[in-house]
Each structure stands twice: as C-alpha cells, then as structure tokens.
C-alpha cells in the first residue's frame, strides 16, 4: 500500500518513515527539530515530524513508542497510542514524555517514535436493556487472575 506524504521545509534531507527490518509492524517516524531538544524528567514535548500524511479511507495510523527510548532512556509517547485519523492533513507531532531519571536530548533525525497503519470497522451504537452473559461477566481489572 502507497501512501502519499508531503513534506514541510524542516523536514528537508531526513528519510521519510521506513520499516526497521522486514518484519517489523511500524514504520520509524524522526524528529525534525531545527536545534536539539531536551526533555527534562518529568516534562514533556510536541517533537515534529515534518510529514503530513494522507492515510487511506477507512484506515488510522497509530503513533506508537519505540521500545528502545522507553528502555533506555523512559521516554514514551505520553498519549500512546496517538491517533491519526485518515482526514486529518496536518503535520504529524509526537508527544514524547520523559518518565526517566536524567534529561534526555532528541537530536535532528532521531527515531522517535513508530507508525503502524490499521484497518478500521465502521460501526453504530444501540443502546439496549441488558448485555449477553460471558464467563468474565462485569470483572474488571485483575479480575481474570494473576497467573
């Protein structure tokens, strides 16, 4: 599947999103900051991407981290997993978060975070008097046991 990106000025020279190996569920998305970002512990940041994508009909992109900032560093996408929805035109930010003990840098081309494209089933509510009975029943958390 093709998708179609533009790309903003200050995003000029850095690869657009790309599969890490042929397996891998998401594409790397990079930060297209003009000058290094630091995230403090605890504080948080809007990092550009510099890419406005067009995802097809019917389908989201799903922002998601990339397991080795949160391992190294505890940096993670603080709305995770983010929403792009098929209309929307606008650049493409990450939300970073730094969970960690120490001051993180995101440097110009750094992989950020990853793209996963998903299909979506259109749906409509109806409210109705009772539910169908399952085993789980109302149980909510913890409540299908520890092991």
């Known amino acids: 599947m093709q998708i179609r990106v533009k790309r903003l000025p200050h995003a000029s020279g850095l690869p657009l999103p790309k599969a890490a190996t042929g397996g891998a569920a998401g594409s790397d998305l990079r930060a297209a900051v ?3 970002v630091v995230l403090e512990p605890g504080r948080f940041a809007a990092i550009p991407t510099g890419l406005c994508f067009e995802l097809p009909a019917g389908t989201e992109g799903q922002v998601r981290p990339r397991s080795g900032l949160a391992r190294r560093h505890g940096v993670t996408v603080l709305n995770s997993p983010g929403t792009v929805d098929c209309d929307f035109r606008g650049e493409i930010q ?3 978060i730094n969970h960690g003990p120490e001051p ?5 081309g750094d992989r950020i975070a990853q793209l996963v494209l998903a299909r979506l089933v259109d749906c409509e509510f109806e409210e109705v008097d009772a539910l169908s009975d399952t085993e789980r ?3 909510g958390w913890g409540s299908s046991g520890l092991q």
């Open 34 to 36: 003009e000058e290094p």
């Open 94 to 96: 990450i939300l970073l």
């Open 104 to 108: 993180v840098t995101i440097e110009r």
């Open 137 to 139: 029943g109302a149980g």
